[in-house]
C-alpha cells in the first residue's frame, strides 16, 4: 500500500512470517518481523496487536498487517498452520508406488490409485517403470522420524506433484511443468508421519524426486521410510 503524508512517499509493505508450516503440537506460535516503519504495529485480521513478535497460532490461516497510527494498514502476510500427527501400523521399509494411467493439468487425488498396479520402492523415484504412456504415481507410506525437531522437507518434479503429511496437504508443486522443487519447513516429533506424494507427467521430461534436510543435517534424499 503507498502513501502519502506531508509531501513524504512511503511503503508499509506486509510483515514477514518464518515460511513453512506449524507443527501445533510442537510450536504454539508464529515469529513476525518487528514494524518496518516508526509507529507502525503488527495486527491480527481482527485488530489485536502482536506485541512481542510472536502469534499465538491455531489451526488454518493467519493474516498479519502493519496498521500506522491513523489505522491505515499494509499488506496482508498469510501464514497456513497445521496440527501434524503420527500414526502406527507402518512395519515395512520403503514406500508403496501405485502407477494409474492419467492424462490431465494437475495431479490426481490419492482417492483416484484405486486399482492401480502397485509395487514397494525405497524412495520416490521413477525407476523399474515402463514411462511410455502418460501416468500418474502415488506414492506411500511413513515418514520415520527419529529426533525431534525442525525439518526441511522437499518435493521436486517433471511435471506435478503433491506432498501430503496426516492426510494434509501441506507442499504443492503441482501443474504441467519442467522439472521444479518447493520446500516446507515443519516442526516434527519423534514417531511415522503418514506421507503420500502424488504424481504426474504431461509428457517430455519425467522425474520426481523427495528430500529433506534434518535439524543439524544437509540435503539428502529420504530413506526413512516405512509402509503398512
Ligand atoms: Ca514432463
Redesign the pocket.
Known amino acids: 500500500m503507498r502513501m502519502e503524508k506531508m509531501g513524504i512517499a512511503f511503503q508499509l509493505g506486509a510483515p514477514t512470517l518464518e515460511p513453512g508450516v506449524l507443527n501445533l503440537a510442537a510450536a504454539h506460535e508464529w515469529k513476525v518481523t518487528r514494524p518496518a516503519l516508526a509507529g507502525a504495529r503488527v495486527v491480527l485480521a481482527d485488530g489485536t496487536e502482536v506485541r512481542d513478535g510472536r502469534v499465538p497460532a491455531r489451526e488454518g490461516d493467519v493474516r498479519l498487517f502493519f496498521q500506522l497510527p491513523g489505522g491505515r494498514r499494509g499488506d496482508a502476510a498469510v501464514g497456513h498452520a497445521v496440527t501434524l500427527r503420527t500414526a502406527t501400523g507402518f512395519t515395512e521399509s520403503g514406500l508403496k508406488r501405485t502407477k494409474i494411467a492419467w492424462k490431465g493439468d494437475l495431479t490426481p487425488a490419492p482417492s483416484a490409485f484405486a486399482g492401480g498396479t502397485s509395487d514397494v520402492v525405497s524412495t520416490a523415484t521413477l525407476d523399474g517403470l515402463d514411462l511410455k504412456e502418460p501416468f500418474a504415481l502415488l506414492f506411500e507410506g511413513g515418514l520415520v522420524i527419529e529426533k525431534a525437531g525442525r525439518y526441511t522437507l522437499g518435493i521436486g518434479s ?2 506435478g506433484s503433491v506432498l501430503y503429511l496426516d492426510g494434509k496437504r501441506i507442499l504443492e508443486n503441482d501443474g504441467a511443468h519442467g522439472y521444479y522443487e518447493r520446500t516446507v519447513t515443519v516442526d516434527l516429533q519423534p514417531g511415522v508421519y503418514p506421507l503420500q506424494l502424488t504424481y504426474f ?6 522425474r520426481v524426486s523427495l528430500f529433506w534436510t534434518p535439524p543439524g543435517g544437509q540435503r539428502e534424499t529420504i530413506a526413512n521410510l516405512r509402509h503398512r
Do not use: E, F, L, M
Open positions: 517433471d511435471d507427467d504431461a509428457g517430455g521430461a519425467q
